[in-house]
């Protein structure tokens, strides 16, 4: 088996942060001449043939999302709707279960690549297909919130106990505020296959524990006593793939971004840049743009519209851009995350800390600033700004709302010479930058990976 590739179906959760980090694996198995059949919304097929960088090896299977009644017509991933209404392209996606079954018939993959639909395990052993559950978002919040030892199938409310580690976790200053713990502790839907309101805590839960093994995007510079952790917990084999580091090095950064960055002094600029989910409220976005203002340096924001704003601009504080004028800028578009952190302008990144733009993050030269929106990624920051001390996390109140001062004193923390704080991340990270820039350290980890999956079918 091992001189023979390997034919895998992927069937990503409906949304751009997980969509997109399945494509970027995929391509690097159709480097090593793996043939992968990639199932995702017809509609955003056309988005992604350009990064299919072997369209010979890789062919996308357009599915059609059925209409569920809340969503908005041609909904299809999570950028088309609301926060509110993700568990409905849920169930769209759980509808699809019958179609996803017959192209799996027809295709006959070795395995099938999930996450998000907890019925695929069943599906595959039905049909003879090996299942993996692939983790696109690190190890440490995967074995903090959704290890068996917390036993969240076989509880209504997790209650405060969320807000420590399991036992067993590896050693960490991880911990969750009250609120944070009882937004992970809303199980109270009992557990039920066919309901559209399984929570996402006991959907992941189920992938998890009936897959046949887990692929995590991670790697062990950062997060193997996680990985080993959730090894144990789970009882299955827990393959790390590697972290990306690298982008596209023909992409040249275009107009507006490469004429206002030109005009600051290296590693001076702040950027901010809080992933395609994250709708701050109104009130949040003032306090987040005033304590940029604050911090004295330039600028550059990515945030999407407030709720009920038409656009980003349209929700600034009054008079704020005129003040701010050549010094700040905040977009409400997509914007060039990688080159833009890459650009010697850039000296700050302030990130939610979703983990595409932590694996750029860590090996950008920036120092870093991590303000987490899902629960997911709080933990991320916690174990990265508390655990490994790679940057430093906007602090929040008990209502989980961050202030002017907060985020310019987190800035002023990386950011100023004298700092104590400063001084101690921006050496933890530049170790960790060269670590992960190691020369063959992703490929080796996709070499490995791919191997122990031939071991699989042996």
């Excluded at 091992?2 to 694996?25: D, E, Q």
């Excluded at 019958?98 to 192209?103: I, L, Q, T």
Aim: glycine share 6%.
């Amino acid at each position: 088996m091992a001189a023979k590739s390997l034919h895998i179906a992927v069937y990503p959760w409906f949304a751009m942060g997980h969509l997109n980090p399945f494509l970027h694996f995929c391509n690097k198995l159709a480097e090593r001449g793996h043939r992968i059949s990639f199932l995702l919304p017809s509609k955003v097929v056309p988005m992604f043939e350009s990064h299919n960088l072997h369209p010979h090896l890789i062919s996308f299977i357009p599915i059609t999302v059925p209409h569920v009644d809340d969503l908005p017509l041609g909904a299809a991933t999570t950028a088309d709707v609301p926060l509110e209404l993700f568990p409905s392209i849920m169930t769209a996606m759980d509808l699809t279960k019958p179609v996803v079954e017959c192209y799996l018939r027809e295709l006959k993959p070795h395995f099938v690549f999930f996450d998000f639909t907890y019925w695929m395990p069943a599906l595959c052993r039905k049909l003879g297909i090996k299942s993996l559950y692939y983790v696109t978002s690190g190890a440490s919040n995967v074995a903090f919130l959704l290890s068996p030892e917390r036993k969240i199938m076989e509880k209504d409310d997790l209650g405060l106990v969320m807000m420590d580690p399991p036992e067993f976790y590896p050693p960490t200053s991880i911990r969750l505020s009250e609120r944070e713990a009882r937004i992970m502790s809303d199980n109270k839907t009992p557990f039920d296959r066919e309901s559209k309101d399984l929570s996402i805590g006991r959907r992941l839960f189920t992938g998890l524990s009936e897959c046949e093994v887990i692929g995590i995007k991670t790697c062990g510079e950062l997060e193997e006593p996680h990985c080993q952790y959730l090894e144990t917990q789970f009882k299955k084999q827990v393959i790390m793939t590697g972290l990306p580091v690298t982008g596209s090095p023909n992409l040249v950064l275009e107009e507006p971004f490469a004429n206002f960055l030109a005009t600051f002094q290296p590693g001076t600029l702040v950027l901010c840049v809080l992933g395609s989910e994250c709708i701050l409220k109104k009130d949040q976005l003032h306090e987040l743009v005033l304590g940029l203002e604050l911090t004295n340096l330039p600028f550059l924001a990515a945030l999407k519209p407030p709720i009920g704003e038409e656009t980003t601009e349209s929700a600034l504080p009054e008079g704020f851009q005129e003040r701010l004028k050549g010094k700040g800028l905040v977009y409400g578009g997509w914007i060039p995350q990688q080159l833009i952190l890459n650009h010697p302008s850039v000296g700050c990144f302030i990130t939610h800390c979703g983990f595409g733009s932590l694996s750029q993050a860590i090996v950008s030269k920036c120092q870093l600033v991590f303000l987490p929106n899902a629960i997911d990624q709080v933990v991320s920051a916690r174990m990265l700004a508390g655990d490994l001390k790679i940057g430093v996390e906007v602090k929040k109140d008990e209502d989980g709302l961050f202030t002017r001062d907060g985020i310019c004193k987190a800035v002023r923390a990386v950011m100023d010479d004298d700092s104590e704080v400063g001084k101690e991340v921006r050496a933890i990270h530049s170790k960790y930058r060269e670590l992960l820039l190691k020369e063959g350290l992703e490929d080796s980890y996709v070499d490995n990976f791919a191997l122990k999956l031939h071991a699989m079918l042996e």
